[in-house]
């Protein structure tokens, strides 16, 4: 099981553990392609060749990543609203601002987050996510979650988020990198069971119930740039909120979430969103 190494950056010191790491330029990332898609410079030739590849496959990819990331904004805001003070993110992906601590911080300027990856190259940019308002924290976790008690046992975690008060627990655009063997509903129900009642989930997870020829040409030119990945139906995706109350208007298409007035929503398809959303607080 690999250690995970972290970054703090607790008003103004900062500690990152981002020394040699091989970042495998030659193969595709699904972090850096993602980062293609929003418009960010932190890709390489293989993953924007693998990214055209995958806009090949589904053309309307860039515009399903702008709408799961607005989702991310909207349902971080609408939790610092309902009161939530600690965020825990895994699968961060990337720095593109609004990341989301600054999201939750315009909000709540104590807001303490705590991001996580398994990607080197998030490592190596996890400074810009480690800019904490000197009245909140941020940290970062080098881990995988398929190894959740080892991300769960970061020190830094346990350092920066108080487990006996409610955590926001977002895992955006993430589960569905988790497939088969890796059993992505008991590696859920072992995150949940570890957070106190008034904690809350958020999920966006891709579907190919809307467009299953397109979603099933993505998935395969994602295997083929070396990245597995598998698309879950809307049941499936209920399954990982469980016993936990959801949030108004329920797993929806990513769009429908909470849409801000006049912010575009309503032109878009659900073929277009291709994923599914929701937010749910433990009892
Ligand atoms: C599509 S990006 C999503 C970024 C961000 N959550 C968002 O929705 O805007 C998926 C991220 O999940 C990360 N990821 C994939 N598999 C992972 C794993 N097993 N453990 C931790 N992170 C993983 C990738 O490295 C990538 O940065």
């Known amino acids: 099981m690999s250690r995970p190494s972290a970054g703090t950056e607790d008003g103004g010191r900062t500690v990152a553990d981002n020394g040699a790491v091989d970042l495998e330029l030659d193969r595709a990332h699904s972090a850096r392609m993602y980062d293609y898609y929003l418009g960010g410079t932190t890709n390489f030739p293989a993953d924007r060749e693998a990214a055209a590849r995958a806009r090949a496959a589904f053309p309307s990819l860039l515009a399903t990543a702008a709408i799961n990331r607005r989702f991310m904004h909207r349902s971080v805001r609408f939790l610092a609203r309902e009161g939530m003070s600690q965020f825990l993110d895994i699968g961060t992906g990337i720095p593109t601002s609004p990341n989301l601590h600054e999201v939750a911080q315009t909000e709540d300027p104590r807001a303490r987050v705590v991001y ?12 810009a996510l480690l800019q904490s308002r000197p009245e909140g924290r941020t940290a970062y976790v ?9 991300l769960l046992a970061a020190e830094e975690l346990g350092g920066t988020l108080d487990f006996a ?12 990198f988790v497939t088969g063997d890796h059993r992505a509903h008991d590696i859920v129900e072992l995150l949940k069971d570890a957070l106190p009642s008034g904690s809350t989930l958020a999920i966006a997870h891709v579907t190919a119930e809307f467009d299953p020829e397109g979603i099933t040409r993505l998935i395969d030119t994602y295997r083929t740039a070396g990245t597995l990945a598998q698309a879950r139906t809307h049941d499936e995706i209920a399954r990982f909120f469980e016993g936990w109350e959801l949030f108004p208007p329920g797993i929806v298409p990513s769009h429908e979430w909470r849409p801000d007035p006049g912010d575009g929503s309503e032109s878009v398809t659900n073929e277009v969103a291709a994923c599914y959303v929701g937010v749910a607080r433990k009892p």
Do not use: F, G, Q, Y
């Open 116 to 127: 996580t990856d398994n990607d080197p190259i998030v490592l190596a940019h996890a400074r």
């Open 142 to 150: 080098h881990a995988d979650v398929t190894e959740p008690e080892a």
């Open 165 to 176: 008060r409610p955590i926001a627990l977002s895992l955006n655009a993430l589960l569905h």
